[in-house]
């Protein structure tokens, strides 16, 4: 079945400017997570989605960064006036019920770069 | 805090040399570890899942191993094809969360 899908899969865009990125999870996985690398750096945990409601947002660098997701389906993390040090790869992952230490899936990530 | 520490961060091998790669974990309560694979420009790939000290899972040219302190990834006879970064991750009990906490990586080369 289809994967992961993310969009774009790369946005290049200058700082201050607003950015929105998308993911589309495996259909019927009901636990959706995105995550950030840095180059060099491990990934990095950002948020956690159970259904639309999200349990744990600790991982969010700043209140510039928001996320929402819909209908139990698509997911958008939105950042506000982009700095330099947002560029990084944001990866998307889903899961079936998380309860269940079902493992992570993810998608092909979005590659952000701030000019 | 939990943490993961992989090692070594970068390992060339010949083709038909096997070797092993090192996961070494602390975490509180451990309700299960992870191991990807991630080629250049490409999103993870899952590997495998391992729950409990002794648990061992195999795949093909890869076998995983688990104890209570640290997870080995076993190469055995590699190809060119398995040259990628190999990731791994931990899930803990503490929190509402099921975040995934990673290591950086080892970048493996399997030279023909």
């Known amino acids: 079945g289809a994967g992961v899908s993310q969009s774009p899969s790369n946005k290049v865009t200058e700082k201050g400017k607003d950015v929105e990125l998308r993911c589309d999870p495996i259909?019927?996985?009901?636990?959706l997570y995105w995550y950030r690398q840095s180059l060099g750096q491990g990934l990095e945990f950002l948020i956690y989605f159970q259904g639309n409601s999200a349990p744990d947002k600790s991982g969010l660098p700043s209140d510039r960064f928001s996320a929402e997701r819909t209908g139990g389906s698509v997911s958008t993390l939105t950042i506000q006036r982009t700095q330099q040090e947002d560029s990084a790869v944001y990866l998307c992952?889903?899961?079936?019920?998380?309860?269940?230490?079902?493992?992570?899936?993810f998608g092909p990530g979005t590659r952000l770069t701030v000019t | 805090e939990d943490q993961v520490t992989q090692s070594p961060e970068a390992l060339r091998l010949q083709e038909g040399e096997s070797s092993s790669l090192n996961c070494s974990y602390t975490?509180?309560?451990?309700?299960?570890l992870f191991w990807y694979r991630q080629d250049p420009g490409k999103g993870p790939e899952f590997l495998f899942t391992l729950y409990s000290a002794g648990e061992e899972k195999e795949k093909e040219r890869l076998k995983a191993t688990l104890t209570k302190k640290e997870s080995f990834l076993h190469i055995t006879a590699p190809k060119p094809e398995d040259s990628a970064t190999y990731l791994c991750?931990?899930?803990?009990?503490?929190?509402?969360?099921?975040?995934?906490?990673f290591g950086t990586g080892t970048l493996l080369a399997v030279q023909p």
């Open positions: 991750a931990v899930r803990g009990y503490g929190g509402a969360t099921n975040k995934l906490i």
């Open positions: 975490v509180s309560g451990l309700r299960g």
């Open positions: 992952a889903s899961s079936r019920d998380p309860q269940l230490n079902y493992e992570q899936y």
């Open positions: 259909s019927g996985h009901t636990a």
